[in-house]
């Protein structure tokens, strides 16, 4: 990890490497208040560290798998991960402990969210198919139809009206919440697999890996 000081555009300062991996690192994730760092890995497990000093807090068990992606919630007191052993789990953050595991996923899931409003949760795999969650009770509410290759990439919008997820089908579709019975839409233009989506406040989209700029 890099430091990056405000009077300069860019320094490499105080450099912090977390380094009790045992397979290769898959997805890195920060809590809200920037105070943990979440990992997980190849080797089935999470870890938790202490930012500032790079202290493993704590290593989580429960996935039979790879662990593929993982994030925390808006409010810190959960996170997620998704693996290749087609579930994705939830965890309480104080505890550690599983909250549910999400078991309607057929083959490896590469992409979890958390909605901002602490509702939803979106996992995408590479059965194809990407799936909304409820946060509370751990049930699947809705499929979102439409891709025709892996689901590698989701991300909601700041205000959690909508969600967009990318494929390996060079597609990024985008899904009204409040609206089930309107269509996605599609945003097309790339060459390749969309392996990352990203939202601003003002409702932007950006998507790589050719990176496109979309005004929602």
């Given at each position: ?17 977390f380094?009790r ?17 979440l ?8 870890y938790?560290?202490?930012t500032?000093?790079?202290?493993l807090?704590a ?13 925390f ?14 579930s ?23 992409t ?23 946060i509370?009770s751990g ?22 009206q ?7 089908d060079?597609?990024?579709?985008v ?6 019975q ?10 390749g697999?969309v392996?990352?989506l ?19």
């Open positions: 990890m890099w430091k990056r000081h405000p009077s300069e555009d860019f320094s490499v300062d105080n450099i912090r490497y380094s991996h045992k397979a290769e690192v898959n997805c890195c994730a920060f809590s809200p208040d920037c105070q943990l760092l990992t997980c890995c190849d080797a089935g497990k999470l938790l560290w202490k500032s000093t790079a202290k807090l290593s989580v068990s429960g996935h039979t798998g790879p662990v593929k992606c993982c994030v919630s808006s409010d810190g007191r959960l996170f997620a991960s998704a693996s290749h052993d087609c994705v789990r939830t965890w309480c953050n104080s505890s550690l402990k599983c909250t549910h595991t999400l078991t309607a996923h057929r083959r490896s899931v590469e979890v969210s958390f909605s901002p409003d602490g509702q939803w949760l979106l996992s995408g795999g590479w059965d194809n198919r990407a799936l909304i969650w409820s509370q049930a699947l509410l809705e499929e979102l139809k439409g891709h025709n290759a892996a689901v590698q990439s989701s991300v909601f919008s700041s205000d959690s909508s969600v967009a997820t990318g494929s390996w060079r597609a990024v579709r899904w009204k919440l409040r609206d089930r309107a269509e996605a839409v599609v945003l097309q233009g790339h060459l697999n392996a990352c990203c939202f601003s406040v003002a409702g932007m989209l950006v998507s790589l890996p050719k990176q496109i700029l979309f005004d929602i």
